[in-house]
């Protein structure tokens, strides 16, 4: 069992908040984030979902494909449904109550409730005190974010002491800042044409509670000190505050300069300024001011950038502060304390010793901060909620783990199979349901289709629509020989061109087990004449493949052969040849810890352990049926999931030699393979766990496995291809739906049956005991382990 935590690369994340052009500090973060996410990774699609006031009109970059009105409920619902089509991984929700319309910003969570991807909240705001509105809006958020990410340490104290977070539910990651060399502010003030002056500086939308009152009551006493000192103040009025009442508390500001006779040493840049242009600002900052009057500030974008360009820094002691000017990286001075700030400001004017090392300290903070760090901090968070995305709330279709009758497995509807199916064969691939003609056809599919439609036809008659379909997959089947090489194509373009040239042995392999199974059964179109005759061209060359997989498909066929025309010695003896060579292949690679026909595992592994069941069972060859039988008990105990669920080898594991298979991508194939070896070695064996296991591997569709999610739609008879860490692949393709058909169609036919195959001698070795009695006139000799070899099923 195998919980490894290898995770694909992220292919698609939204970002949810206000975004530039608007003027607004969260749409700056959102901005920054994107392009900080994809900078870490080029094949990174992030988008953003901006979130607009009401009235506001904005020239949006390419990457914003959706904009939310936010006092428009309806309109985070169709945000929610565009981002679960658009099949995002992630979504990063900025959240700050005042920029989602409804009471405390309540119309977010119209957003939250629609959507079905992992929401990581960064939280702009922690309320220590919220009131009952903005405590129930919070409280919803929390339930419904797979992460929360808070920006300092005592927004983690809160989430989990207020609102009761589990602390693994809760990552803190730093504002992120830009990155820009460590400058002697002199060079910068020389260019703005500030040369001779002492430069203090805020910057950040103006509106109240910021404590600029503060600041500017301080500047009388710096002037008499310091008289060639400025107080640079940079950054527009808040749009909001701006649209209800103007400029009036910009003018309170300059009214208050004046009245305190620093109206020279005051400056206002009174606009927005892009960010290179306030950086450039910022670098000419000697001292830089955060007077905010209380404590209840959770996060200062604007004090990160001042720390970030190593900055000296006086500050007022809020939250934020407190952390990140620690260890000697700005000085606190108390709230609402104009002479005490002064004060501060004075000595590191004086003190270049002490300005110098506070700016050293906090250049040296920055660097973690840079939005190249803090953008891999979070995508290892995305990273993580897709594998944390396993709800045990999700649908799961129910279905009995043993003693189930026929009516408990869902009903075989052949409905998408059709829809993929043109009059050429059967098309490859989809987009979401929809067949993709761009990638044509192949003779895997189609082979796989043909036998379906004859195991199919075992369990009942063919609708006239099947009839077609099986006809027209014997007809690509024909159609991919190639006489003069004696081998098949396997790929057709939807031009009707093959793609390859002829050779694949894997596709041979399918192609001799699809006529197999239709041979084996006479068919009133007479089918099963065609298939027999075509198996006497298509199987001999399979002594050419090297491709155990091939080898097994061609077993699987020849059985069916066989199981029509016993005693066909050409047939026989290929079978007896391609046998042997599975076995050996499993002698030269099998190992006290590896019991295995290859150096690593790879796709349709449980075929190799049926086919050796298969052949075992019909040559009476009792060792091939303990390999087959102790090959196929190793493997299903390698997708076993800790909690005792099915969980397939995943596609990661291919074509490498881990020892222990990664857990995704996880494909419909695999358990379709088990399901039909599982329910082949209860026949050999006669020992019923293997149906419990066939039931397990099966169940794997309906929503038993990690994600907890059907991953067949059971009304179309489709299937989805595969899961993910985080969701199921939207696409419905030939293959996936084929598994699932197959398995399902398996587990119909065997509850039809009693599992009583003829064997042709007792011959069973010493591992096994023997047994023996009369079905319908013809005498049965089943292998049974002894029960300590399922000892992991008890």
Partial sequence: MNDARTVPSLKRIALIGTCVPRHCGIATFTDDMQRALTSQDPNLSCITVAVTDSGGSYAYPDFVPLEIDHSDPASFAVAADFLNVADIEVVSLQHEFGIFGGEAGENVLELLRGLKTPVVTTLHTILAAPNPAQRQVMDEIIGRSARLVAMADKGRQILEDLYGVPSERISVIPHGVPDRPFLDPAMAQHDLGLADRTVLMTFGLLGPGKGIETAIGAMPALVRDHPKILYMIVGATHPSLRRHEGERYRASLVALADE???????????????????????????????????????????????????????????????????????????F??????????????????????????????????????????YLEVFSDVRLERRSPKAEVIPFAPGGARRNELPPLATVHLAALTDNVGLIQHTQFAVPDRRHGYCLDDNARALLLMAEIARLRPLSSQEDRLALTYAAFVEHAWCPAESRVHNFMGFDREWLDEPGADDAHGRAVWALGAVARHQDPRRLDSWAAARLLDFAPPLNDTSSPR??????????????????????ER?????????????????????NWFEDRLGYDNAKLCEALLVTGHSRSNSRHIQVGLDTLRWLMKLQTAEAGHFRPIGTDTFGTDRRHPEPFDQQPLEACSAVSACLIAASVSGDQRWRQEARRAFSW???????????????????????????RNANQGAESTLAYLAALTAMLLANDH?????????AVDAGHTISARQDSGAVSVVCRPHANEFSRFA
């Fill in 260 to 334: 305190l006779g620093v109206t020279d040493h005051i400056h206002f840049v009174d606009r927005y300024l892009s960010l290179d242009e306030l950086l450039d600002h910022l670098a000419a900052c000697d001292i830089y001011l955060s007077p905010y009057p209380n404590e209840a500030q959770i996060v200062s974008g604007t004090l990160a950038y001042a720390v970030a360009l190593g900055k000296a820094v006086v500050s007022t002691p809020f939250w934020y502060a407190q952390e990140l000017l620690a260890d000697n990286c700005g000085v606190l001075v108390p």
């Fill in 336 to 377: 609402g304390a104009p002479n005490a700030l002064a004060g501060a400001v004075s000595q590191l004017i004086d003190d270049d010793t002490s300005r110098s090392a506070i700016r050293t300290q906090a250049y040296a903070l920055g660097r973690t901060m840079t939005w190249s760090n803090v953008a891999r901090q």
């Fill in 550 to 571: 091939a080898w097994a498909y061609g077993l699987l066929g020849i059985e069916g052969f066989l199981g029509r025309f016993p005693g066909h010695r050409g047939f």
């Fill in 574 to 594: 290929l079978r007896d040849n391609l046998a042997d060579r599975l076995f050996q292949r499993w002698s030269d690679a099998a190992a006290p810890d590896w």
């Fill in 701 to 727: 569709f309906l929503g038993e496995n990690d994600l907890r999610i059907p991953v067949a739609d059971t009304a179309a008879g489709a299937c989805f291809d595969g899961l993910h860490p985080d969701r």
């Fill in 754 to 762: 009693q599992f009583v195959t003829p064997l042709k001698s007792a």
